[in-house]
């Protein structure tokens, strides 16, 4: 029995080995990336405003192994919550950092910058987001994102924080 399961691994080792993997784009080149942004208010911010939604464009530089520089850039609107008026709340946010592949599609990264919002009379505030993701590799040139953050904006001793997820195709340039 023990030698039937070791000849079984040994010939799955060689068939998964002979299969030609898609090309790993998380690694390689200059890519740009379209995304869709929701965004979940924490605390004091969340107690005002609802889900935020959006669209993001971020692009990625290699600088060295698994290290990826990003500059990213979008639209956010949150929806007030019933009890303080409806309406809404926009925000442009413009942020550059980096990305860490620790495994084959899998990154920890963060970026800095400023969210400015679009408010008549609105402030700019200081913008931060540590955060984690997957590639999922679709083509020789695209993957699909899938990543977490917590981002905080600050502003006049006070900082708004949300969960942000975004969903999104990346393709080599």
Known sequence: MKKVFLLTAIAGLFAFSSVKAQKDVAMTGPKL??????????????????????????????????????????YLSFKAKDEFGGGSYGSIPVKAGARYFVAENFYIGGELGAAFSTESGGKTAFAYSPGIGIE??????????LGGRYEGWSANSTTSSFIGLRLAYNFGL
């Open 33 to 74: 990336g379209i995304g869709a942004e929701f965004a979940f208010p924490m605390g004091d911010f969340g107690d005002v405003y609802k889900l935020g939604y959006g669209g993001s464009l971020l692009y990625q530089h290699p600088v060295a192994t698994n290290l990826n520089l990003t500059g990213s850039a979008g």
């Open 136 to 145: 999922f590799p679709v083509s020789d040139g695209g993957a699909i994102e």
